[in-house]
């Protein structure tokens, strides 16, 4: 985990000239990139593939969160793990025997991780779909799982951080969004923390979009975030 790199870069966007110029400012700045179903959709693994190549040294967190049966997400991840992306995701409710296979088919390189719940699900969309417990246990529960299951780590909100922790113990991946350097705008994100109090709950790796996308100087902006770490 230590030398990846701790602050993986959203990059949301169908513009693929955009992403390219965007990675080749930030990358040597010291920072990964996420790439998620918007761009996997639109640009396909050869997309992956690209960006890989185009600035060398590039970490890839490929945001996909596989969630079917054990036997079609372990050939997803067999595919996926070969473009040489340093993370991938599937969904932790879908079980146990799921996420081991997913395990078994990942390439040695890549690390493994799991969605525990949509932080889009609150209270009353959780009971829709009818979980009885508080999100928090449910979240728990699903981080533990998935430590069972053999993975290296969950995403999880940053007020998730700590509870998570204390369950999965020191040698657990916590890759965590909803991050917003102190000034800056929040956007959409309702409950945002700052990345050094995030890692100072225990998050191994912050996911940061519009702070560093939007900046004048995104690779200024990858900067003056490591300098407050
Ligand atoms: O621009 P911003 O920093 O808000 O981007 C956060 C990124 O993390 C987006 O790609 C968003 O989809 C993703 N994400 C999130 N909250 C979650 C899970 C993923 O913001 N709970």
Redesign the pocket.
């Known amino acids: 985990m230590t030398n990846l790199p701790k602050i993986y870069c959203?990059i949301?966007t169908p513009d693929i000239a955009h992403a390219k110029n965007l990675i080749s400012q930030i990358v040597p700045a010291g920072c990964g990139v996420?790439l998620?179903m918007e761009f996997f959709n639109a640009f396909g693994p050869q997309g992956v593939k690209e960006m890989i190549e185009d600035v060398p040294g590039t970490s890839i967190f490929l945001d996909l969160k596989y969630h079917d049966i054990p036997n079609t997400v372990a050939g997803a991840v067999r595919a996926a793990s070969t473009l040489g992306v340093s993370y991938l995701n599937v969904h932790a409710s879908g079980g146990l025997e799921m996420m081991k296979a997913a395990k078994e088919s990942c390439a040695p390189g890549t690390k493994l991780i799991a969605v525990t719940l949509?932080?889009s699900i609150d209270e009353a969309e959780a009971t829709r779909i009818g979980y009885q417990d508080g999100l928090k246990d449910r979240v728990v529960q699903l981080a533990k799982l998935t430590q069972e299951a053999g993975l290296d780590g969950v995403?999880c909100?940053a007020h998730e951080i700590a509870d998570i922790r204390a369950a999965c113990g020191p040698d657990f991946a916590l890759m965590v969004?909803?991050?917003r350097p102190a000034g800056s705008e929040t956007?959409d994100?309702k409950r945002v923390m700052t990345p050094k109090d995030a890692l100072t709950a225990g998050a191994t790796h912050l996911?940061?979009?519009?702070?560093i996308t939007k900046a004048d100087n995104p690779a200024q902006a990858v900067q003056d975030i490591l300098d407050t770490l």
Not at 207 to 211: E, H, L, S, T
């Open positions: 959203a949301d996420k998620g949509l932080t995403v909100s969004p909803g991050i956007g994100q996911v940061i979009g519009r702070p």
